[in-house]
């Protein structure tokens, strides 16, 4: 199994940048997830990182160093409605190699 | 329809009793997968489907669980003599396939046990 760690909540300002941080433990790693979930609504898909590096997707982008075990969502520009929970995700070789297993979840909180 | 889809979205049931809960994927995913997540966390995997075949079910609680997908679309998750620790919102998740890397999740079903 993984041990997923990422920040409990965290709060930002519109316009600004944010950075929500993740840490893992793997055996067999096979990718990075980031997903956001309204509350009340099914998590959708934001990111996928395999390889060592940046993704860019508009005002998102995401960060993954497989040696350090460590990932980063970074979102800017940040708009009211970015309030929401960011969950990381690793994806193992183990068992079937393809069910994600999820952290806590980051409750980001984007203020006036 | 466009989106993975589940019912109920919310089940009552009282201690004891068997409930059955339904996932429609998105029409022509091959692979199919439920999670649990409880108030305030992440969902944590419980089986998955390639078409029909369960391929792990590592994930399931218990042996009063149980997760079907007999004709390989609609897969049914069947929780038996259900007790209050099974109250969790339960997530239905499809993708087109081993080789795709993104999962669709559906809004999921909101159970609580009394």
């Known amino acids: 199994g993984q041990n997923i760690d990422q920040p409990t909540e965290m709060t930002a300002t519109e316009g600004a940048i944010v950075q929500i941080n993740c840490t893992y433990q793997?055996?067999?790693?096979?990718?990075l997830f980031w997903y956001q979930q309204h509350a009340g609504e099914a998590p959708t898909f934001l990111s996928y990182n395999v390889l060592d590096g940046l993704e860019e997707k508009g005002r998102f982008s995401s960060f993954l160093s497989r040696s350090k075990g460590y990932s980063y969502l970074l979102l800017k520009e940040l708009q009211m409605k970015d309030s929401a929970s960011y969950l990381c995700a690793v994806r193992d070789r183990g068992n079937s190699g393809y069910a994600l297993n999820f952290g806590k979840g980051t409750s980001l909180l984007v203020t006036p | 329809g466009a989106g993975v889809s589940q019912s109920p979205r919310y089940k009552v049931a009282k201690r004891g009793q068997d409930v059955a809960l339904r996932c429609d994927p998105i029409?022509?995913?091959?692979?199919l997968f439920w999670y649990q997540q409880a108030l305030g966390q992440g969902p944590e995997f419980l089986t998955y489907f390639q078409n029909e075949a369960q391929l792990d079910k590592s994930g399931l609680p218990s042996d009063r669980f149980f997760a079907e997908r007999p004709e390989g679309s609609v897969s049914t998750l069947k929780i038996q003599r259900t007790q209050q620790e099974d109250s969790a919102v339960y997530l239905c998740a499809s993708s087109r396939g081993q080789s795709y890397n993104e999962q669709f999740f559906g809004p999921g079903t909101r159970l609580t046990v009394l």
């Open positions: 029409s022509g995913h091959v692979s």
């Open positions: 793997t055996s067999g790693f096979n990718g």
